[in-house]
Structure formats: C-alpha cells, structure tokens
C-alpha cells in the first residue's frame, strides 16, 4: 500500500508540474515600454488624466489586449481590453469566470466593500442583486412613474419660479438636488434633507478619492494596512477611518429611519418597502442595509454627471437642441414616458450621449481563475480592465467618433437602426455585475430630458469660440464636464410654459 500511495503522489505531482508548464506556455499580453524599479522589476506608472484615451493610444500602438504591471509588492497585473469584441468575449460570453470585481485596498479600507459596486462574486452579492432586481427590474419600472412624474415636475416648477438669471447660476445645484431627492425616495421612501446631501457629496468624494489610480501606497503595499495609524506616514489610515464612519452612520440612520416608517404605515413605496414585505434573516437584513446604502450613491453619481453633460453638449449644439425641440414639442403638451417610441430622433440623442462621452469609461472585472485568450495569458485574480471609450470611439463601430451626430443611429428612414450598436449594452455593464437599475435610470434619463428642452432652451455662456477648448470633461472615476466649462444659461419657452400651466401643473 505505501508503495502505491507513492506512486499515486509521483503521478500527480508529475501532472500538477505538466499542467503548470502547459498553461504558462501561453506569454502574457504585451504592453507599452516599462521602468525598471530599483528592486529590477519593470513596472509602468497609469495615466492620471483621461487615462482612458492614453489606453485608447496605447491599444493602437501594442494590441487591442494590453498587459501592465503596476509597483507594489507583490507586483499588480493589469490587463487592459480596447475593443468589443474581447469585451463582450470576457465579460459576456464568460461572465462565469469575469464575475467578481478586482481588490481595491484602499476602498475596503473605507468601507466599500459591502457597496453592491464592489461586493466579490458570491451568495452576498447575488442576494443584493435580487433585491435590487425585484424593485427596479423591467416589470417594475412602470410602477415608478408616478414617482418620475412627480419628482421631474417638482424640478420644473421650482426652476420656472426663479427669474432668468438665478435659473442659470442654481441649475447645476437643482439638477444635483432633483436626483438626490428622486434617488432617496426611490431607495427610502422619503426625500433627502439637506444633510444628508451634505454628507453623501462627502461620501461619494471618499469614494472617489479611493479610486484614484497611484494616489495610495497601499494599493501597491497592502501590509501597511496592518500598521497602527498612529505611526508616520499612516495619515491614510486616520482618514479612512473617517470617511468609513460618515458611511456606516448614514447607511444605518437612514435604514432605520425607513424601517421606522414602515413600522408605522406611513412610508411611500419604495426599495426597502418592498424588500420588507417579507421575513428576512439578520444576514438578508444587512445586506438589504447595504444594497439601500449603495443605491445612492450609484443613482446619483451617474445621473447627475448625465444630465449635467446632456444639457452641456445641447448647449453647445444649437441644430440639434433644435432637431430634441422639433420632435418632443411635436406634442404640444409636456412628454410622457408612453411617448418613446414615436420619438426616435430623441432617443438616438440619448443613445449619442451615452457613447459620445461615456459617465463610465473604464469598467474592471477579474478572474476567479486563470483563463487564456486569444493566446495571451490571463492570470487569476488580475484586474481586467474594458476601456468602454475605445469601444465607444471604435470608428468601424462608429465613424467620426470624435462627433456628436444622433443621426448615426438612424436609419435612412429615421428610425432607430438596429445595425448600430446601443452604447448603454456597454455603459450599464456587463454579464452578472450589469447595472440592475439600468431601466429606471434610462426612464428617468428620458423624462427628465423630454421635459426640460419641452420647458426651456438652453444656451452657452462660455466666452471661448472654440469648440474643442469648452468639450472638456472631468478625469474621475465618474466622468463630467468640468466645473469651469459647465457655464450655461436657459431661456423659458413661452408658449411651452403656457401649456404647463393649462396641464394644471401650478408653479
């Protein structure tokens, strides 16, 4: 017997070391040129702004699947994918294995890690998807558009009350505050007090901040998060703990106040209504705690920095604001969320501003094992990177990406085209982390875009001619136009508010 027992353990060890030289037979991507560190590694530092369009270069020079290895100890891997097909071939096709989301230290150490964003693979994150799923899936959108209808026309109502110059300078702040207080009565079944405002903008700067590539040592040197914060050099430490306590105090104060109202029968429909409609175990009611905490911050974020850049490019798009106006006004009444698809014209503009400057440009997965592709090399646990602006500035996809044309998804009978590809399959994400709330969002996106050309006309105050210095956007983690450029005036449309107020819609 012991004699069989070695051989059996000769044979398997021979295997293991096969199988080993089998895989690594496949070489890694290649990559742009690197440093040699002072340890003799070769490491490449990421570009800090707009790196997705030096990504965009990097892929035409050395290969639409690039390889970077990052400083730190260990070594980080990065492998970068620049276009649709590889995109849609990992995160799609094998969405078993490019289901989880790579390690940010830094936002773990902040708390992020149970943010549904963030969540790995597993029965947790599964768990918040199905919550999210039953309250905002395709069969409940139209159950919220009474609340649409509401919050849209609140915004409108207030914007119409000021004069014309105060419009102009409070639209940014309204626009921010529309969509907090639509993202926290969807999530909680109430509006969002102005401190709560204060302190999501404080989150979501936090969470930002993690997520800036090379800013923290940690990201290359994990073991410092194991040394006492009190030592030099661990002021990141101190200012993590911060940032996780504003998070675990406003996701637990507005969890409960929500429960609070339900308790009592006074909450309005909303996420954590519907998911406590049933029994759930202590482990379903954390989770659902933090699946209700994330939503916020996800609507948002990505809302926000849509409509700021929808009325940014109209802004400076005289002809196509124009052509939005012709098509929604066609109605002579204020747009409803019914009137879609007979407005292809806006919809292709939508479609355009989703690919023309996408709120997402770079969406990381990794591995839950090695894989190989295209015969290149994929690690396991290595972030895999999909630069979603490449794909949306693909001009085989798209010709002439560096213009903003609606018309490029329409057919020659202005309808939609379905030869051209919908840049929200690439902006709401991929396989099993898609974006679940895809479906309110675009109802929102919609309606509150409808309306607001239907209501006012929209001009630029950018005192620069020259278009290409105004289209500038910021280089987080969530894209927007840049503060100092978003410099916009409206004008009411006479006629249109008439209607508005005909429509019984008091300011």
């Known amino acids: 017997m012991s004699l069989l027992l070695i051989v059996i353990v000769v044979l398997l060890s021979i295997l293991v070391v096969l199988n080993h030289r089998k895989r690594h037979r496949y070489p890694l991507p290649p990559g742009p040129p690197t440093e040699r560190t002072w340890v003799g590694r070769q490491t490449i530092n990421l570009p800090s702004v707009l790196p997705w369009k030096v990504y965009h270069e990097w892929s035409k020079a050395f290969g639409p699947v690039l390889s970077l290895s990052l400083p730190g100890t260990p070594p980080r891997r990065v492998i970068l994918l620049s276009t649709p097909s590889d995109i849609n071939n990992l995160y799609n096709n094998r969405s078993s294995i490019y289901c989880t989301r790579p390690t940010w230290e830094m936002a773990r150490l902040i708390g992020r890690q149970n943010n549904v964003a963030f969540t790995p693979y597993g029965p947790r994150l599964k768990r918040a998807r199905r919550f999210l799923h039953a309250a905002l899936g395709p069969k409940e959108v139209e159950s919220w558009q009474a609340l649409l209808d509401k919050e849209v026309n609140n915004f409108l109502r207030d914007l119409i009350s000021r004069d014309e110059h105060e419009r102009s300078l409070t639209l940014s702040k309204l626009i921010d505050s529309h969509v907090s207080n639509t993202a926290t009565f969807l999530t909680y079944g109430h509006h969002a007090s102005p401190q709560f405002v204060a302190e999501s903008e404080k989150i979501n700067l936090d969470t930002g901040m993690s997520l800036i590539p090379g800013r923290w040592a940690l990201e290359g040197f994990p073991l410092l998060k194991y040394l006492p914060s009190f030592l030099p050099g661990m002021g990141f430490k101190r200012w993590a703990l911060q940032a996780k306590k504003r998070l675990?105090?406003?996701?637990?104060?507005?969890?409960?106040?929500?429960?609070?109202?339900?308790?009592?029968?006074?909450?309005?429909?909303?996420?954590?209504?519907?998911?406590?409609?049933?029994?759930?175990?202590?482990?379903?009611?954390?989770?659902?705690?933090?699946?209700?905490?994330?939503?916020?911050?996800?609507?948002?974020?990505?809302?926000?920095?849509?409509?700021?850049?929808?009325?940014?490019?109209?802004?400076?798009?005289?002809?196509i604001q124009a052509s939005c106006f012709a098509h929604v006004g066609s109605f002579n009444r204020l747009p409803d969320a019914s009137d879609e698809p007979s407005?292809?014209?806006?919809?292709?503009?939508i479609r355009e501003l989703h690919r023309f400057r996408p709120v997402v440009n770079l969406i990381a997965h990794s591995p839950i094992q090695e894989d190989v592709v295209d015969g290149w090399r994929i690690e396991k646990g290595v972030w895999v990177i999909g630069n979603i602006w490449s794909v949306c500035h693909d001009v085989e996809l798209y010709p002439k990406p560096g213009e903003f044309k609606p018309e490029r998804h329409l057919d020659d009978e202005g309808k939609?085209?379905?030869?051209?590809?919908?840049?929200?399959?690439?902006?709401?994400?991929?396989?099993?982390?898609?974006?679940p709330?895809?479906?309110?969002?675009?109802?929102?996106?919609?309606?509150?875009?409808?309306?607001?050309?239907?209501?006012f006309e929209v001009f630029s105050t950018h005192p620069s001619s020259d278009l290409s210095e105004k289209l500038e956007w910021s280089s987080s983690f969530i894209s927007r136009p840049k503060k100092e450029n978003f410099k916009i005036g409206i004008k009411l449309r006479t006629e249109s508010l008439k209607e508005f107020l005909q429509q019984g819609l008091k300011v």
């Open 437 to 455: 709330g895809e479906h309110f969002a675009n109802a929102h996106t919609f309606l509150f875009l409808s309306r607001f050309i239907y209501m």
């Open 416 to 435: 939609l085209d379905a030869a051209v590809k919908d840049p929200r399959d690439l902006t709401f994400g991929f396989g099993r982390r898609r974006c």
């Open 343 to 349: 407005l292809p014209y806006f919809t292709a503009f």
């Open 248 to 319: 675990d105090d406003q996701v637990r104060r507005e969890f409960e106040k929500a429960k609070q109202a339900i308790d009592s029968g006074s909450t309005a429909r909303c996420l954590v209504a519907h998911a406590l409609a049933e029994p759930l175990s202590q482990e379903e009611i954390f989770i659902l705690k933090c699946t209700a905490g994330s939503v916020y911050g996800a609507a948002t974020d990505t809302t926000t920095a849509l409509l700021h850049s929808a009325l940014y490019i109209l802004s400076l798009h005289p002809a």
